[in-house]
Nanobody
Framework: EVQLEESGGGLVQAGGSLRLSCAASGITFDDYAIGWFRQAPGKERAGVSRISSSDGSTYYADSVKGRFTSSSDNDKNTGYLQVDSLKPEDTADYSC?????????WGQGTQVTVSS
């Protein structure tokens, strides 16, 4: 059974930082691209970042460029999203996704709340 489990969310003041983790089991991490998505109340889920676990190439949404950094540790089967300079508009439920070939897996999400 494939499982993705996010952790690291919480309540932080504007300007603060968090490190989100996405621990995967049941898959070989370097066969997948790891994406981070977020969904704010009343809004659609939106892509935040993506990292290829095979070559480490990254993509970021314009709204988070320069503030968020995605990484992965294939030995630990874990992806990370370092979120810095947080803004109230970053408040959302953050989920990780592992996509490869025909397969697409999601975690349950971790809540990030940024106070002004």
């Amino acid at each position: 059974e494939v499982q993705l489990e996010e952790s690291g969310g919480g309540l932080v003041q504007a300007g603060g930082s968090l490190r989100l983790s996405c621990a995967a089991s049941g898959i070989t991490f370097d066969d997948y691209a790891i994406g981070w998505f977020r969904q704010a109340p009343g809004k659609e889920r939106a892509g935040v970042s993506r990292i290829s676990s095979s070559d480490g190439s990254t993509y970021y949404a314009d709204s988070v460029k320069g503030r968020f950094t995605s990484s992965s540790d294939n030995d630990k089967n874990t992806g990370y999203l370092q979120v810095d300079s947080l803004k109230p508009e970053d408040t959302a439920d953050y989920s990780c996704n592992a996509a490869g070939g025909w397969f697409d897996y999601w975690g349950q999400g971790t809540q990030v709340t940024v106070s002004s």
